[in-house]
């Protein structure tokens, strides 16, 4: 089945320094990729997503490239802040045992980042 | 819009009760998901649906029971609590495979 692998699983950084988050996936015809971004004891929230027609998308401080021949994609959150500090999660749909449906979304293991004043 | 509600917020259950879990949208979306979190831990999927009356498995099903007899309702039950089954469970809801989610707030499940 899909296996969504996200590193790493925590991330250390000063403000004003890039983040980095890598996810791969494993079937290749998946065709949507979001990052939610989780502050302790609330729920995910969408941050930025990349369909598998475009390799890169940006949104001011955060930007995600897709890399379809390697099946994996990239948060890039620049000049970063305190209040960046939250878990990070990407997601990958996974096809059904002999369907074509996407329904199904798998997210990785999450990373817990740590922005550093 | 009120997005995706879920009720109730917080809960404690003796091991071996059952309760039904309440999930709605308003955004007339198909899709619906129930996905639990363990402390510190990632989202893994229970059980999802892609319109109403259709329902399937995901990767943590055992213990639980869904159906989706509307658009708009996502109920998830319990039928013999178990301590395993202590986490804080989300619904959430898309209005296709390639859509965002959309999480309701949460419930927060105790069993003891």
């Known amino acids: 089945g899909e296996n969504v692998e996200q590193h790493p699983s925590t991330l250390s950084v000063q403000e004003g320094d890039s983040a980095v988050i890598k996810c791969t996936y494993s079937?290749?015809?998946?065709?949507?990729f979001p990052w939610y971004k989780q502050e302790l004891g609330k729920r995910p929230q969408l941050i930025i997503d990349?369909?598998?027609?475009?390799g890169e998308k940006k949104d001011q401080r955060i930007a995600v490239t897709l890399n379809k021949t390697a099946k994996h994609f990239s948060l890039h959150i620049t000049e970063t802040q305190p209040e960046d500090s939250a878990v990070y999660f990407c997601?990958?749909?996974?096809?059904?045992?002999?369907?074509?449906?996407?329904?199904?979304?798998?997210f990785g293991q999450g990373t817990i980042l740590t922005v550093h004043p | 819009n009120a997005g995706v509600t879920q009720t109730p917020k917080f809960r404690i259950l003796k091991i071996g009760q059952s309760m039904t879990l309440q999930c709605a949208q308003d955004?007339?979306?198909?899709?619906m998901y129930w996905y639990r979190q363990d402390p510190g831990m990632g989202l893994k999927l229970i059980y999802y649906s892609v319109g109403a009356g259709i329902t399937d498995k995901g990767e943590v099903p055992n213990g639980y029971n869904v159906s989706r007899s509307t658009t708009e309702d996502f109920p998830l039950r319990l039928e013999l609590a178990a301590p395993s089954q202590t986490s804080v469970y989300f619904c959430a809801s898309r209005s296709d495979r390639a859509s965002p989610l959309h999480f309701g707030n949460g419930t927060r499940l105790t069993v003891t």
């Open positions: 997601a990958a749909p996974k096809r059904e045992a002999g369907g074509t449906s996407y329904g199904k979304l798998t």
């Open positions: 990349i369909r598998s027609n475009v």
């Open positions: 079937d290749s015809a998946s065709n949507y």
């Open positions: 955004m007339n979306h198909n899709y």
